[in-house]
């Protein structure tokens, strides 16, 4: 049996949150009266597989943890206790552009990008074409992208992410960054690269991407997997969770 391309087990993560507890000019001077400091268990033992050539959408409200769960994946965090195993190149989609420099133009931002990403400057400079031509971005890309709109930044990060050749990406609420042909553009690349073997693990609060896009859908709930298996179930039974209870005569 070949390895899965991401495996994880039993993780958890946990955040310290200080509370100095100064509410006023009174308290603020009272040197001896500590912090008080709160463990915030954001996921509390999560396991699963993504097999190669798989894709994986993660659904659930706010604060289930699902954004840290990809952070900790892309190894943004450390994971507290638990393990995260990935098998492949990773390319993370995550806050598109957000690693731009501002004063840099959009050409020498790909470069940045493309290096962090783990391409030499040889390979970013064959695809440069490319990468433009994807962000439609052609008569901005030699100016500094303090002068672009977010969408555009978005456009120019989700351009770089696909063109470097990865195995796994990790997808958090950016599959549509843009107006609508651009966001057609986007779906068609992500079929492109699942009809490729790429494997995929995203996060989205749009019901319509997790049908289009996933094989297989885990509802997360404060910071459990609450269910998991085929799209069409599991988000029946995630919307259903969220509905009101009608009251009884």
Same mark, same amino acid.
């Given at each position: 049996?070949?390895?899965?391309?991401?495996?994880?087990?039993?993780?958890?993560?946990?955040?310290?949150?200080?509370?100095?507890?100064?509410?006023?000019?009174?308290?603020?001077?009272?040197?001896?009266?500590?912090?008080?400091?709160?463990?915030?268990?954001?996921?509390?033992?999560?396991?699963?597989?993504?097999?190669?050539?798989? !894709?994986?959408?993660?659904?659930?409200?706010?604060?289930?943890?699902?954004?840290?769960?990809?952070?900790?994946?892309?190894?943004?965090?450390?994971?507290?206790?638990?393990?995260?195993?990935?098998?492949?190149?990773?390319?993370?989609?995550?806050?598109?552009?957000?690693?731009?420099?501002?004063?840099?133009?959009?050409?020498?931002?790909?470069?940045?990008?493309?290096?962090?990403?783990?391409?030499?400057?040889?390979?970013?400079?064959?695809?440069?074409?490319?990468?433009?031509?994807?962000?439609?971005?052609?008569?901005?890309?030699?100016?500094?992208?303090?002068?672009?709109?977010?969408?555009?930044?978005?456009?120019?990060?989700?351009?770089?992410?696909?063109?470097?050749?990865?195995?796994?990406?990790?997808?958090?609420?950016?599959?549509?960054?843009?107006?609508?042909?651009?966001?057609?553009?986007?779906?068609?690349?992500?079929?492109?690269?699942?009809?490729?073997?790429?494997?995929?693990?995203?996060? !989205?609060?749009?019901?319509?991407?997790?049908?289009?896009?996933?094989?297989?859908?885990?509802?997360?709930?404060?910071?459990?997997?609450?269910?998991?298996?085929?799209?069409?179930?599991?988000?029946?039974?995630?919307?259903?969770?969220?509905?009101?209870?009608?009251?009884?005569?």
């Amino acid at each position: 049996m070949s390895q899965p391309a991401i495996a994880i087990r039993d993780l958890k993560k946990e955040f310290l949150l200080s509370h100095s507890g100064v509410g006023s000019l009174k308290t603020m001077f009272l040197w001896w009266k500590r912090p008080q400091i709160e463990h915030l268990r954001v996921l509390n033992g999560v396991t699963f597989n993504v097999a190669k050539g798989e !894709s994986v959408a993660v659904v659930g409200k706010n604060g289930a943890g699902k954004s840290t769960l990809l952070s900790l994946v892309a190894r943004v965090y450390k994971p507290t206790s638990g393990a995260v195993e990935i098998n492949g190149r990773v390319a993370p989609l995550l806050e598109l552009g957000a690693g731009f420099h501002p004063d840099l133009t959009g050409i020498e931002n790909v470069f940045f990008n493309g290096v962090i990403l783990g391409l030499t400057r040889k390979e970013i400079k064959e695809r440069l074409p490319a990468i433009v031509d994807f962000a439609g971005l052609h008569h901005h890309i030699d100016a500094p992208v303090r002068t672009y709109s977010s969408g555009m930044m978005a456009r120019l990060g989700f351009a770089c992410a696909v063109h470097v050749d990865a195995e796994i990406l990790l997808v958090d609420e950016v599959l549509a960054v843009g107006d609508y042909e651009f966001e057609q553009k986007c779906y068609a690349t992500i079929d492109a690269f699942r009809a490729s073997g790429g494997s995929i693990l995203f996060v !989205s609060h749009s019901m319509e991407a997790v049908r289009r896009v996933a094989d297989r859908v885990i509802w997360l709930k404060g910071g459990l997997i609450q269910a998991e298996g085929a799209p069409n179930e599991v988000i029946a039974a995630y919307e259903a969770d969220g509905r009101p209870v009608p009251e009884t005569a």
